[in-house]
């Protein structure tokens, strides 16, 4: 993930800006910069890769200055090279950004028509040469900042130089977190709280819409109307490599509300934005090659998996075979070296997917990881390495890991099917479409349901027992779902395939029993429909997940429906998560329990 420093300070801060950018290296990065104001003029250094080599870079050209931003960068739109480095400079500005600009395109086309030169291939400096533009037009420096923000739509957080004020960054977040460090004399800006600990430990976080004007003495913030606002400053316990929870409870909230920003980076190593295409995923698994792939995993990331087989038969027409590890391997799968191997694990370090790992090499299959840790067992031990970039996860209870896991699953089923020649060219790119504004719409949806979802968390953590259902790819949700409740609230919880209702789990349907129903308007909703019918007509408290088309087409009495936005099927298991790991949170916290250390629980599991 992309990260950003900046300082309003009394003394020179380049060193200071590069030090505080080593701290947010966990978060991944292939290139790195920094800009500063000295005498009047802006004038920056960057470098591809690792930070020594900006550190290099500076030593032989050194940045003086007294105020200052750096970035380190993990590419989405254009490749890691020097050039598309942060900071980006037009006409006296100068912008860092996390996060993905998605009408980056249309408006890159309205300011090359007024005569806009880019320099370089990223969405970011849509941002520069808006703010350029504005300035050119008589508008002051507050005035284009606000202005641009009204133009621009996506998830984004900012910080930028004027040439022309060097006592002032300014800085706006919609979507990745964006905290402000007071100090005496100056003032602070970073990604999150770990960079800022040098410096202080009194820290405010801008909310999403926030833009802010930040001086040496102190800092005004307003809100996306531009009016002024006041967020509460507070004392922080983030010290070296020590990951803060920021405004959350718990770390599980925090992760939650961290999906949009480590999903668009996610699929940023994976599809191209540009072209709305996928990008080339492996030298040694040729999908066009296989006749039959094998997944395994343990817990939340074989739900994952199970999700990723309906992809990866349906859009790439790939048979696949999966089963938890710790069954996998004992099962005695006949497999052929033909066919290839795709281990999913948040650590990498999990005892029986690696086990099973090793079964399938030693009978010569390819092996593929889908991994959080590049550098763990799992990883090192493949053939080839999906990595899914969710940053650390310290929640046991995987929320961020698992909607990951699953981007990187629906990037590769996209590009098994473009290889296979079972998807088109306008398929392919309607679907990168889709996933690319995912981001956005998972920060709409962690904005507006999160009263309902308080509401209804009241009421289960009253239940002794929940049943969830669901068809197709919200089948694995069913059961993610009800795992998520029993981990951190201890409420027992079953998820199953909707169509099994009558075999046997509607025997426990009653007026006491919630039955949670996740059914998207998809080719499957008319028939979990029928299976909501067979709930009422028993009696049982239907909670229905669907989206603006299923709430409009239902006409069910229901305990409560939560509408999400309507989405394409392969977008549709990373937005429904959202509600169903808020529900388990939320009764979590109602009854009490430890949800970021639940009972008995660890987060990698490295014993069989």
Not at 27 to 49: F, K, M, P, Q, W
């Amino acid at each position: 993930m992309c990260g950003i420093v900046g300082i309003v300070g009394d003394q020179p801060v380049s060193e200071r800006l590069v030090d505080a950018l080593k701290r947010l290296e966990y978060r991944g990065y292939d290139s790195a910069g920094v800009a500063t104001i000295n005498g009047g003029e802006l004038h920056r250094r960057r470098a591809e890769g690792k930070l020594v080599n900006l550190e290099t870079r500076l030593k032989e050209e050194p940045l003086a200055g007294t105020i200052g931003i750096a970035h380190t960068r993990w590419a989405t739109h254009g490749a890691p090279t020097e050039r598309n480095a942060h900071p980006h400079f037009t006409e006296g500005v100068a912008v860092v950004h996390n996060g993905i600009i998605e009408n980056f395109a249309e408006l890159k086309s309205e300011l090359t028509a007024a005569g806009a030169e880019f320099q370089t291939e990223t969405d970011t400096e849509v941002v520069a040469q808006l703010l350029a533009s504005f300035r050119r037009e008589g508008m002051g420096r507050r005035e284009a900042m606000h202005a641009m923000l009204k133009r621009v739509s996506g998830a984004y957080a900012l910080a930028v130089l004027f040439e022309d004020d060097p006592s002032t960054i300014m800085a706006a977040r919609n979507g990745p977190p964006l905290a402000i460090g007071h100090g005496e004399g100056e003032m602070f800006l970073g990604s999150d709280a770990i960079a800022l600990a040098p410096f202080t430990n009194e820290i405010t976080y801008l909310i999403d819409g926030d833009w802010a004007v930040i001086g040496r003495t102190g800092v005004h913030i307003f809100d996306i109307d531009g009016s002024p606002v006041t967020r509460p400053r507070q004392v922080s316990m983030a010290a070296a490599y020590m990951i803060d929870k920021g405004n959350h409870r718990h770390f599980m909230e925090k992760e939650i509300y961290e999906q949009p920003e480590v999903i668009s980076h996610a699929l940023g190593h994976y599809v191209n934005f540009i072209d709305n295409r996928v990008l080339p995923v492996s030298e040694v698994i040729d999908f066009a090659e296989v006749p039959s792939l094998a997944i395994s995993a343990c817990g939340t990331a074989y739900l994952a998996g199970l999700v990723g087989k309906y992809w990866f038969e349906r859009y790439a027409r790939l048979p696949v075979e999966i089963d938890v590890a710790s069954e996998f391997r004992y099962r005695e799968i006949p497999l052929t070296p033909q066919s290839a191997a795709l281990f999913i694990s948040q650590s990498g370090e999990t005892a029986d997917t690696l086990a099973s790992l090793r079964y399938c090499k030693e009978h010569g299959l390819k092996i593929g990881a889908v991994v959080n840790t590049r550098e763990s067992t799992i990883a090192r031990e493949s053939d080839a390495v999906f990595p899914i970039f969710a940053g650390p996860e310290i929640g046991v209870a995987s929320t961020k890991a698992f909607t990951c896991q699953l981007a990187v699953l629906a990037a590769l089923a996209i590009a098994a099917g473009k290889a296979r020649g079972t998807i088109s060219d306008a398929e392919e790119q309607a679907m990168v479409r889709s996933l690319a504004e995912m981001p956005r719409l998972m920060g709409q949806v962690l904005n507006s349901i999160q009263p309902k979802i308080e509401f209804l968390s009241r009421e289960l953590s009253k239940c002794r027992d929940v049943l969830y259902l669901g068809r197709g790819t919200s089948f694995p949700l069913a059961m993610e779902g009800a795992l998520k409740l029993k981990e951190i609230s201890y409420i027992h919880a079953e998820g199953y395939a909707a169509g099994e209702l009558k075999h046997g789990p509607i025997a426990l349907i009653d007026e006491n029993m919630p039955v949670i129903v996740i059914a998207p308007h998809d080719r499957f909703f008319d028939k979990t429909v029928s299976n909501m019918q067979e709930v009422a007509a028993r009696g049982g408290r239907i909670i229905l997940i669907t989206d603006e088309k299923g709430a409009a087409a239902s006409t069910l009495d229901t305990m409560h429906t939560l509408v999400l936005p309507s989405v394409d099927e392969i977008v549709a298991p990373m937005i429904f998560s959202l509600p169903v790991q808020l529900l388990a949170y939320h009764t979590a916290v109602h009854m009490g329990t430890d949800v970021d250390q639940p009972r008995n629980l660890a987060k990698s599991v490295t014993v069989e």
